[in-house]
């Protein structure tokens, strides 16, 4: 099966290694295998179109991941003034926010702490390949009726240290619905965060990480260690108005500047 659509001032390439998901391999230039929950799709970029390929696309569900309705040229204007955006921005255009599973990407961004991209996608990868079902070209995101029924011994095949303790809670709390990711849809950002806080070795960045990239709250400003350096760096004397005009896709530019040498 296969069906394209148009995105205007997208790079297909940069936003998929700007930090925000994890599960996705370049096949060849400006072409990527990209998994989502029990999904996955062969796209290739030419120019504004993005052509999908495979046999389960759901051209909706991609639609929804990419954040298709979504304007970002506008999005971009308003960073108009702040010399270190539109420096990163004339470098490296392009970057989107994709709306991505909550449940997948609250436990992606479990394995991110203390961790690296590499390191982090090894280990989702391993996840998925050991607790996942077959799908095409790969595996799923292992789902929760699964991962409910493993223990600490199970997963250290993972070889994710720690974390196993924090995936173990977030499983208990989820299937028990002390954290019930359907619902903070409907709460505030705090709301989210407090929420999102009762699972163990989850604080302020992962929780900030599920907010933007799972609830698509823009306003929303993920701090790691290659941002924090890069805020002190270039903005010492605080952020500009500009850049809180809608911070979360700031920070992304300013992460993807900075880690690739355009700032």
């Known amino acids: ?15 998929l290694e700007c930090g925000q998901c994890f599960r996705f391999k370049e096949i060849s230039r400006n072409e990527f295998l990209i998994f989502s929950c029990n999904k996955s799709t062969i796209v290739k970029q ?8 495979s046999s389960n696309s759901d051209e909706k569900f991609w639609k929804n991941y990419f954040n298709y309705d979504i304007d970002y040229f506008n999005l971009l204007q308003n960073f108009k003034g702040d010399l270190t955006l539109e420096k990163v921005i004339n470098s490296c ?9 909550p449940y997948e990407t ?29 799908i095409e070209n ?28 924090f995936l173990l809670d977030a499983i208990k709390k989820i299937e028990s619905e002390e954290v019930n990711l359907n619902e903070l849809y409907f709460l505030t950002d705090e709301e989210i965060k407090k929420i999102l806080k009762k699972i163990h070795g989850v604080g302020e960045k992962v929780s900030s990480c599920v907010l933007l990239f799972a609830y698509n ?3 929303i400003f993920p701090k790691d260690v290659w941002i924090k350096r890069t805020i002190k760096q270039y903005y010492e004397n605080g952020l500009s108005e500009q850049f809180l005009t809608c911070p979360g896709l700031a920070q992304q530019y300013l992460f993807y500047g900075k880690r690739n040498g355009f700032i």
Do not use: H, W
């Open 1 to 15: 099966m296969e069906f394209s659509f148009e995105i205007k001032d997208f790079s297909l390439k940069k936003s």
């Open 46 to 53: 030419i120019g504004d179109l993005l052509i999908f390929s």
């Open 93 to 101: 255009a392009g970057l989107r926010i994709f709306k991505q599973n």
């Open 106 to 134: 609250l436990i992606s961004f479990i394995f991110s702490i203390n961790n690296n991209i590499p390191r982090i996608k090894k280990i989702i990868e391993t996840l998925c390949e050991n607790f996942g079902e077959k």
């Open 138 to 165: 790969g595996y799923s995101f292992p789902s929760l009726e699964i991962l409910k029924n493993c223990s600490k011994e199970d997963f250290k095949i993972l070889k994710a240290g720690f974390r196993v303790n």
């Open 217 to 219: 709250r823009m306003n």
